[in-house]
């Protein structure tokens, strides 16, 4: 893994920022920092840290201190159940462990206010441990640089990416390593616009090579997507055919589209032609013939599947049921605004018009 940790690391050593908390392998101020800093930005974090490093600099002095004056000290940084949890905290160490920082994770990790992460920070950098922090920086930069799909907000997921990061951090400095991934993430890989042209890995990063910076990381619930299905209705009488302009609160608002019947499911042929819907359209079945129906496809949106398939009807006599749509010569379909999905249907049906 020398191959991703070793330009990581002198990345690191080169552009690192300057921050109070880098100077120190104190439990103690790395818990304070870390609790600071969570949902808080790093400008405001400093000084919220400084205070509270300078009011309270040992664990005794915290668990001492009326949780009124804790509380007063962290106005403005909202969140108040973490100061609340590192008070309870202190006080717990204090009178557990005499005040001395428990050094092995599971201890670290029991302690109330410290999830995983937290306790792999501060048993990485404190204690020499090796156990991975893996923040939002993190499964960034490693979806980004070993092209890995899997969705950062599942459980498998995780998985995935907590053991890639055991891997990589064995047998190198631990608190280091952790930092450096996590600041390459805060200022080179970044969420938006990354330095990719002047990145140490992008010899061999996965989505720089294959331009999937922006499909990366993953994230599965980001968005709900809601399953539909459209049965599209291709009539054809000689020349003509038939459209209609979308309307209401839904997608393609005033875009063009054949007739379409909407069904709960991928129904088949013979299910679609019994609708109430399919007879309202056609009318007169007896004179509609259906010469093709395309297999299912599916369009993705960001909040929709569309499930749709083309099924083409040729209608031997003068139609009733289509006053609701719009007569048009084939030729002339082209010069409607269409969605997506019809536009490449128009141009293969428009071979065999
Ligand atoms: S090349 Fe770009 S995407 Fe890849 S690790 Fe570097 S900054 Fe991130």
Redesign the pocket.
């Known amino acids: 893994m020398d191959f991703f940790n070793s330009p990581v690391h002198s990345w690191y050593s080169l552009y690192k920022r300057d921050l109070p908390w880098r100077n120190t392998r104190n439990p103690y101020l790395i818990w304070l920092s870390e609790i600071i800093l969570q949902q808080t930005r790093i400008d405001q974090g400093m000084a919220y840290y400084s205070r509270f490093a300078a009011e309270f600099p040992t664990i005794s002095d915290l668990a001492d201190a009326p949780e009124d004056q804790i509380l007063k000290l962290w106005q403005g940084l909202g969140y108040y159940s973490r100061a609340r949890n590192l008070h309870f905290t202190a006080k717990f160490i204090q009178q557990n462990y005499n005040g001395i920082f428990p050094d092995n994770y599971n201890t670290i990790r029991s302690l109330k206010g410290i999830g995983e992460y937290t306790a792999a920070a501060i048993a990485s950098i404190s204690f020499n441990l090796e156990y991975p922090t893996v923040d939002g920086n993190v499964y960034r ?1 490693l979806s ?2 070993f092209g890995i799909a899997d969705p950062i907000d599942t459980s498998s997921g995780k998985k995935t990416f907590n053991n890639l990061a055991i891997e990589l951090i064995k047998g190198v400095d631990p608190g280091m390593h952790n930092q450096a991934i996590m600041e390459f993430g805060a200022l ?2 970044t969420p938006k616009g ?3 042209n002047q ?1 140490p ?2 010899e061999r ?1 996965f ?2 090579l294959n331009q999937k ?1 922006t499909e990366l990381p993953v994230k599965q619930n980001k968005t709900k997507q809601r399953d539909r299905h459209f049965n599209y209705l291709v009539l054809s009488h000689r020349n003509h055919t038939w459209i209609r302009k979308r309307e209401g609160k839904d997608i393609w608002k005033n875009l063009f589209e054949f007739p379409f019947i909407e069904t709960e499911d991928e129904i088949s042929i013979e299910k679609l032609t019994t609708l109430t819907e399919f007879d309202r359209i056609i009318s007169t079945t007896d004179q509609a013939i259906i010469e093709n129906v395309s297999d299912w496809k599916i369009h993705i949106l960001s909040h929709q599947r569309i499930h749709y398939r083309f099924v083409r009807i040729q209608l031997t006599d003068k139609i009733n049921g289509t006053e609701d749509f719009i007569r048009v010569n084939k030729e002339d379909i082209f010069n409607f605004a269409v969605p997506k999905l019809l536009e490449t249907y128009l141009n293969e049906y428009m071979k065999n018009v």
């Open positions: 930069v980004r640089f080179q890989c990354p330095n990719c990145c890995l992008k990063c989505a720089f910076i």
